[in-house]
Structures are given as C-alpha cells and as structure tokens.
C-alpha cells in the first residue's frame, strides 16, 4: 500500500471517528467540534492559497463575511434560507464569495510576496469597514441574530447533534472537493507555480491565471464558510470579518501544516480547543497557545502534520548511528597453518 493511500485512508478513519464520538459527548463538545469544522472550510480555502499555490492572503475573512451576512439578511428579513430553500442560500454565498474574490483577485494577483499579503489586507478592511458603517444593512456593531434554525426535508436542525451532522456532512464534501481539485493536473500545475513560477512560464503555463482561478475558487469556499459560520454563532457581526479571522485561518494553516489541507483542519482543532475549552479551565490560556505557535515554528516548520516524518527520519538517524557503533571485523589475513 503507497504512502499517499496510507494517508487517505488515515484522514477517512479520523474523520468516521470524529463523527461517530462527537455525537455521544456533551453539548460544550458538540457545539466546539461544530465551530472547528465550520471554521475548517475556511482553513482549507487559505490552504488552497497559501500551501498549494504559494500565495498568503490576509484577506479570506471578507469571503466568510460575504456568505455570514447573505445567510442572516435573508433569514432575518425574508425568511430565506431556514427551509428547503437552505441550498440556495448555500448557492448563493458561494457564488458571492466567488464574485468578491473574482474582482479582488484582478487587483492582487499581478503582486506577489508580501505585495499580495498586503493589497489582501486592505481589501479585507475595505469589506470589514463597510460591514463597520452600513447600519441599515448590517446592524454595525451590534451584528444580526439568527434566532431560528434550520429546518430541511422535514428534519429539525434545532438539534445540536443534527446540526453537527449537517456541518460535518458540508465539510466532508468541500474536503472532497478541494482535495480532488488540488490531485488533478491543475492542482500539480498550481504547486509547480508554488515552487518555480519562471520555469512554468517558460513551459507556457499561464500563471496568471491559474493563480487567478485558485483565488476565485478559495474565494468560494469562504462564503460557504460564512453559511455555517452563521448558523453556528447565531449573530454575525463585524468580529467575523475582521483581520485578526484572516490571521487566525492562515496561523491555523501554519501550525497543522501549508499544502496538506487536513493539517489545517487539525490546526484548527487545537486552537479551538485551547481558546474554548483550556481558556474555561486556566487564564493564561493565550501562553499556552502562544508556546504551542513558536514550538512548531522552531522545531516543525512543516506543522503538525510532519510529526509522522521526523519519526521516521529520527529512527533512521538512529539506526544509522547504532550501525557505525558496531565493532570492525578485522580483516588482517590469520598466520598460515602448520607455520613453523
């Protein structure tokens, strides 16, 4: 069995198990594992753009704001998307994420760098000053509750074990998807562009644009984020689209690990678990995180996801030291028999 099949096979035994025990613990447990998944899309888009494509984006923040204020407008003002009708929310935050992303990335993609990194971020103000000043649509400050659940095909998503379900079953798919886009050729081509953008260019790639469709597709699955994100929180506010979310999704990506779109998930996992859970127990929660950030950037600068390498490659450093231990035959030729 290859290596890659071994991985694969990991991630789906990890996630059955997450969707089998969950359930079965307490509210606080569900509704945290509910908050990481939903935020995990979000992880997995800034993946998308930073470990396959090379590009690090301040700006994915906007994306899930565009898809959270969509899904509480139309729920709070039309009755929108609380029925059957979900997926057409779910469709159209989507698609809006895509749009926002499809306009931003005429302006950032042509930089690079910390060029990008910056131009991302002051498009992502630019959306979190307009959530900021426009009262009448957005409720500024004070945000827009959601104060009624789901209900689709009859089932009550009231319930916080079927609304784990449903979060689970949409960040299963977008998993799916995402992995199967960066496993065809274009995704290599995207890695390729991440390690020698010159020499893609010279192949006859059109770099632009593939950067280009990557940023739209990321921008994509941020609105999608934003749906569940609203669900989930039950308001949303400017707290959602502000820069420390773009920051806390790329970091997320970092400690799990860039190019592997499941370390996000995990990155995710554990600073929800610290800033939720650990912060309930101790107050200087945020040393705790804080270590946890420069431990994996000083000795796991490929995440956490690398720990299964520097296993293997500490036992063969091992074995290799054991080996030179060994004593020398000697190889000096014996007196001849029967001498003297």
């Not at 997995?44 to 204020?69: K, N, P, R």
């Not at 449903?166 to 199967?180: D, E, K, Q």
């Not at 020499?199 to 593939?210: E, P």
């Not at 299964?308 to 004593?327: F, G, V």
């Amino acid at each position: 069995m290859t290596r890659a099949r071994t991985k694969v096979l990991a991630v789906v035994a990890s996630l059955a198990a997450v969707a089998l025990i969950v359930p079965h613990t307490n509210s606080f447990v569900i509704l945290l594992a509910t908050r990481a998944l939903a935020f995990s899309i979000l992880v997995m888009s800034v993946d998308l753009l930073l470990g396959f494509t090379g590009l690090a984006s301040l700006g994915q923040a906007a994306y899930l704001g565009v898809g959270a204020y969509l899904t509480a407008i139309l729920a709070t003002r039309y009755q929108i998307g609380l029925g059957d009708d979900f997926w057409l929310v779910v469709a159209l935050a989507m698609l809006g994420g895509a749009a926002l992303a499809a306009f931003f990335g005429l302006l950032a993609i042509r930089a690079s760098g910390v060029y990008f990194l910056m131009i991302t971020l002051a498009l992502g103000q630019c959306v979190w000053g307009l959530a900021y000043r426009w009262n009448s649509l957005t409720g500024g400050d004070n945000g827009i509750n959601l104060s009624q659940r789901l209900k689709i095909f009859g089932i009550d998503f009231s319930h916080e074990v079927t609304f784990f379900y449903l979060v689970f079953a949409l960040f299963a798919a977008s998993l799916l998807v995402m992995y199967t886009f960066v496993s065809s050729p274009f995704g290599r081509s995207l890695v390729g562009i991440r390690e020698r953008e010159l020499r893609m260019k010279i192949l006859g790639y059109n770099t632009w644009l593939h950067k280009y469709i990557a940023f739209v597709i990321a921008g994509a699955f941020g609105g999608l984020a934003g749906v569940l994100w609203a669900h989930t929180s039950g308001i949303v506010s400017t707290d959602d689209v502000v820069l420390t979310t773009s920051v806390d999704a790329l970091l997320m990506v970092v400690l799990g690990g860039a190019g592997t779109l499941i370390g996000g998930v995990i990155g995710a996992g554990v600073v929800f678990f610290v800033r939720e859970y650990l912060s309930t127990l101790v107050h200087w929660w945020q040393y705790v995180l804080g270590g946890i950030y420069v431990l994996v950037i000083l000795y796991l600068p490929g995440g956490l996801m690398s720990i299964p390498l520097r296993i293997r490659q500490w036992r063969a450093a091992r074995s290799s030291a054991s080996a030179a231990e060994l004593p020398v035959v000697s190889t000096l030729s014996s007196p001849a028999r029967g001498a003297g």
